[in-house]
């Protein structure tokens, strides 16, 4: 399953981001693939997540399979949704 989601972090998707993307696809055995423009990366990788240059406002495609595909679309959704590093 694929969704179009928005960076809605207003530093865009950093390494601290990254590494709570990370941190939520490790509750999950699906394989996530993030994708901006013609570039799609492992979306269990924080190396690979910053590579993507995503700004604050860009709309990345996440693609999701696995047995838990739906569960884990659902926590990339809230995540994507409200993260936020600000204190």
Known sequence: MA???TVRNKRGLHLRMAGALVKVAG???SQIQ????R???NGRS???LISLSAAPESRVMVTVTGDDAEATMAA???FFAEYSDEA
């Open 76 to 78: 990339l959704e809230k």
């Open 34 to 37: 993030i994708a901006k423009g």
């Open 27 to 29: 509750g999950f055995s």
């Open 3 to 5: 969704r179009e989601m």
């Open 39 to 41: 570039l799609s990366v």
């Open 46 to 48: 924080m190396l690979d």
